[in-house]
């Protein structure tokens, strides 16, 4: 079965810090993998994404995530967190990587920055 | 513009009440979702529609019915609704174009008491 994990609920970093959110993933196959971002009283927003090739991605806002095929993880980074990162973010999985698909999410990533 | 809109943002309906949630997109989107979000179980699909009256269940979809009868309309309807569909509602679209990108609407907040 096809599953997503993020197994930390909430991060806490201080303004300036590097940040890293771990995403783990279950699938036979590679899949394409998403990170989202859910800012407050709104909806979620694409990050960035992975289909194939290079598996370093580049997102907004400066996000990055790492793609591992060995680890089965996809993990977002930043290398210096702005207290405006404030938000929920949400890794998800697209089994067949077409239109119409379900995407499956994990239960997200509270983050909080520190000024 | 591309946006996904969805009406009401904010709704308290008494349990047995019907509920209409309503979402539009101006993309001319070929898929369209409907997802809610509870704390601590992330988002759930409810329904998904491939077109214009082709529309599957998604992981959660007793209690709730869905219509599209236009491709940049899609609703989401609660016939009798309980307390225990308190939630979040999101609709979302996306298209082979976009690989399977979602694009998201801000919510819907049903309250049911």
């Known amino acids: 079965a096809q599953s997503v994990t993020q197994p930390d609920a909430r991060v806490t970093v201080s303004e300036g810090a590097s940040l890293q959110l771990r995403c783990k993933y279950s699938y036979s196959a590679t899949p394409y993998l998403f990170w989202y971002v859910q800012y407050p009283r709104q909806g979620l927003q694409l990050l960035l994404k992975?289909?194939?090739?290079?598996?370093v991605v580049q997102g907004v806002n400066s996000f990055e995530a790492e793609f591992s095929k060995s680890n089965s993880s996809f993990h977002l980074q930043k290398a210096s967190v702005h207290w405006s990162d404030s938000a929920v973010y949400f890794c998800a999985l697209s089994p067949y990587g077409s239109s119409g698909n379900k995407l499956i999410f994990g239960i997200g990533t509270l983050l909080s920055v520190k000024p | 513009d591309m946006k996904v809109t969805q009406m009401p943002r904010y709704l308290i309906k008494r349990m047995g009440e019907n509920v209409l949630l309503e979402c539009g997109q101006d993309m001319s989107h070929e898929t369209m979702y409907w997802y809610r979000q509870d704390p601590g179980l992330g988002l759930q699909l409810i329904y998904i529609?491939?077109?214009?009256?082709?529309?599957s269940e998604g992981d959660i979809p007793k209690g709730y019915r869905v219509s599209r009868k236009k491709r940049e309309h899609f609703s989401l309807i609660l016939d009798s609704a309980k307390t225990n569909q308190t939630s979040v509602y999101f609709c979302a679209s996306s298209s082979p174009g976009t690989g399977n990108t979602l694009y998201f609407g801000e919510g819907s907040r049903l309250i049911v008491v």
């Open positions: 529609s491939y077109d214009v009256d082709s529309n």
């Open positions: 992975y289909y194939s090739g290079d598996p």
